[in-house]
């Protein structure tokens, strides 16, 4: 089995213990000097003008950051030794050779490694090996820390027969490891189904089914370290982006790559990627499932080139003395191709010009004359030819196409014809239209919808590789906004199809990819939960065959009993006797609830770690009013936390990709209602029960939904 050691046994005067220290120290020691040898370069001599030198002093200062060492992060976390050397068909290593691996490669003055890049070739046995396929490794070694100081070890020896396979006590320990600030890094604790993942190739997309705690979000972001150290070049050029959910969790995860040397990521929200209006409206939840529908798509389609119309007119170039008439019928000739093709209306709207010029040059060279390309583009600046294209192609402008549609009704129901009911149609129409493209109140639907008409007009530019995070969440019309930003690069797909709590959200991965561009893509299941203790994931599961009937539950690896309390509080006789009253109202919800919910916040601030208090948007106004009175400061989802803040009050609508050690759950039956339909409401619940590590504490007065009632 594997042995650990600590400073807690008494060690031989040749300390292994020691050992493992000192190459630390000698490993941030060489580290320093890296960042050094990089800081004290000078660039005087090597640019040749100011843009080299600030594109130059830009990635020497990258370099810099990446090159910091941060205290408190272990900057190794594991050692492989190799019973071969290299020639010897096995892995890349050397007899009797040890390497460290950690976030980063680190090297001596002689250029000889001391820390090995996790993302390395050499690495991957660290994740995968095991007694029945040991990679060519005989010893893996585990490393424990306390803040930045190392404190144990811990062996597997691969290749013992007699050695006893029991789970790593170290690897457990660091996933109970209480959470104080942002997310980190799992770079120490991938496990070999994770790590598939993580170095899948470049070329393909990946969706990642994951349930509650199986660190999807994780896989996701270690994901992209790899590949942009495998494929930086590549990626460098084209960009990375990760998309989520809402700023509170981009915030939550931001510091994820940082810590794995990875400066240059992008992250944004799918509001913030489709920002051509500024969204200050919501649907009702039957507008925003219309909108959401890719039968969008083909609406929009007819929208930008309903304006299209066939010449009825010649179009005549006056050239100097000369003129040169291009008849209606060879224009119409023109304008039907364009059309054929079916190439974006900008582009089109910039070639039907220079068709027409073309079509005059060959006039002109059968009449006589040798014109050259300088002549072509001039005709097609000419007056009547841009007036003949104003007639037939006119100009589109993405908004003012969408505010149109959704105002006139007319002009939606000839779009929409045979593509949307009328009943449809009235339900996306806005109900008092708005007086301009400012004014209105556009909803994140809509500007979903201007997207899309924009990608109908100019091509959106496309990236390397997207994160797209939570996605169960997005509607079909979303899925196509992601996926126009990664048509000529993967994307690796996250989410937890029990976890989808809005109404537009799509069924199916397969269906969802389908949307995205990418079919046929690869789907991956991650059932293993490391984070959920298993009392509680056994509980929220109850949810799932009514929320997703589909889904296998999750199996937790940790077993953590006492970790789940459910306490019914009484509410007082006349609260009992109007239950409707009690239902309808947040001032009617009992005192003796809120005053049970402070005072388990209060119970569980004795334990270490984070505490999420979760509860519906419409009672937190009451449960921070409450933890004032009490004098129980609180965070905002997404501030990090520290020793002296722990406790953070938590929107049910917010909780989603949130963790927390501890979580007071309050009034699950408010969470549920809340939602617009109980399936919704459900899954929110589930959502809501899965975010803890350590301990979940659930306290209500209103029935539990029936499904948790064992």
Not at 249 to 276: K, M, R
Request: aromatic share 4%.
């Amino acid at each position: 089995m594997p042995s650990l050691h600590s400073d807690h046994t008494p060690v031989p005067s040749s300390d292994p213990l020691q050992r493992e220290r000192d190459h630390l120290a000698g490993s941030r020691a060489a580290l320093r000097a890296m960042r050094a040898d990089v800081e004290s370069l000078d660039l005087a001599d090597v640019t040749g003008n100011w843009v080299n030198a600030a594109i130059l002093q830009r990635e020497m200062s990258d370099r810099i950051k990446a090159l910091a060492d941060l205290a408190h992060t272990p900057l190794f976390f594991g050692r492989l030794d190799y019973l071969h050397a290299p020639g010897m068909d096995q892995a890349e290593g050397a007899e009797g050779e040890q390497f460290y691996i950690g976030r980063r490669h680190v090297h001596d003055a002689d250029g000889d490694p001391m820390v090995i890049d996790w993302r390395a070739p050499v690495s991957q046995p660290f994740y995968r090996a095991s007694r029945k396929d040991p990679m060519d490794v005989g010893l893996r070694r585990r490393f424990g820390y306390t803040g930045g100081d190392l404190t144990a070890y811990e062996d597997e020896h691969l290749t013992d027969a007699d050695e006893v396979e029991q789970a790593s006590a170290l690897l457990t320990a660091e996933i109970e490891r209480p959470r104080v600030g942002p997310m980190r890094d799992i770079v120490a604790t991938i496990q070999p189904e994770q790590d598939e993942i993580v170095r899948a190739d470049v070329h393909g997309t990946v969706c990642v089914q994951g349930a509650p705690g199986t660190g999807k979000t994780a896989v996701g972001l270690h994901r992209v370290a790899y590949l942009l150290y495998a494929h930086r070049e590549r990626l460098a050029r084209t960009g990375t982006l990760v998309i989520g959910p809402n700023r509170s969790f981009l915030h939550y995860i931001e510091q994820v790559l940082p810590a794995l040397g990875e400066l240059d990521v992008a992250q944004a929200t799918v509001e913030e990627l489709v920002s051509q209006v500024a969204v200050t409206g919501t649907d009702p939840a039957d507008a925003a499932i219309v909108k959401g529908d890719a039968r969008m798509a083909r609406v929009l389609q007819r929208a930008v080139r309903s304006g299209v119309r066939m010449p009825t007119e010649p179009c005549v170039v006056v050239r100097g003395s000369r003129r040169w008439r291009i008849p209606a019928y060879e224009l119409e000739e023109l304008v039907q191709e364009l059309m054929d093709r079916d190439i974006r209306y900008g582009a089109a709207l910039a070639a039907l010009p220079q068709r027409i010029a073309h079509a005059v040059l060959v006039k002109m060279e059968n009449g006589g004359e040798a014109p050259d390309d300088r002549v072509q583009d001039a005709v097609a600046r000419n007056p009547a030819v841009k007036a003949a294209v104003k007639a037939v192609w006119p100009v589109v402008d993405p908004a003012k196409l969408v505010f149109r549609l959704l105002s006139d009704a007319d002009f939606l129901a000839e779009c929409a014809d045979g593509v949307l009911s009328p009943e449809e149609q009235r339900t996306v129409l806005w109900a008092k239209p708005p007086r301009s493209v400012k004014s209105a109140p556009w909803s994140l639907a809509d500007a979903v919808l201007v997207d899309e008409a924009r990608d109908l007009v100019e091509r959106t530019h496309s990236l390397g590789h997207v994160v797209l995070d939570e996605a169960q969440d997005l509607s079909p019309m979303q899925y196509r906004a992601v996926g126009r930003r990664c048509t000529t690069g993967s994307a690796t797909v996250l989410g937890d199809i029990a976890q989808g709590t809005t109404p537009w959200a799509t069924g199916t991965w397969a269906e969802a990819l389908e949307h995205l561009g990418k079919p046929g893509s690869r789907i991956e299941a991650l059932t293993k939960t490391f984070r959920v203790p298993s009392e509680v994931i056994r509980y929220a599961s109850r949810l799932l065959p009514g929320i997703a009937p589909d889904l296998e539950p999750a199996d937790s690896v940790r077993e953590s009993h006492g970790a789940l309390t459910v306490r019914h509080i009484p509410a007082p006789a006349a609260a009992m006797d109007d239950a409707a009253a009690l239902d309808a109202t947040v001032s009617s919800t009992p005192a003796a609830l809120t005053d049970a919910v402070v005072a388990a916040c209060r119970e569980t601030l004795r334990q270490e770690g984070s505490i999420g208090l979760i509860a519906a948007d419409h009672r937190i106004p009451l449960l921070a009013a409450a933890l004032d009175a009490a004098g129980m400061p609180y965070l905002d989802p997404g501030t990090e936390t520290s020793a002296d803040s722990r406790l953070t009050l938590v929107p049910a609508s917010l909780a989603k990709g949130l963790e927390y050690d501890y979580v007071v759950l309050d009034e699950p039956a408010a969470i549920v209602d809340a939602e617009p339909d109980p399936r919704t409401g459900l899954r929110r619940l589930y959502v809501c029960l899965t975010r803890p590590v350590s301990g979940l504490t659930v306290l209500h007065t209103r029935p539990l939904p029936a499904a948790l009632i064992s």
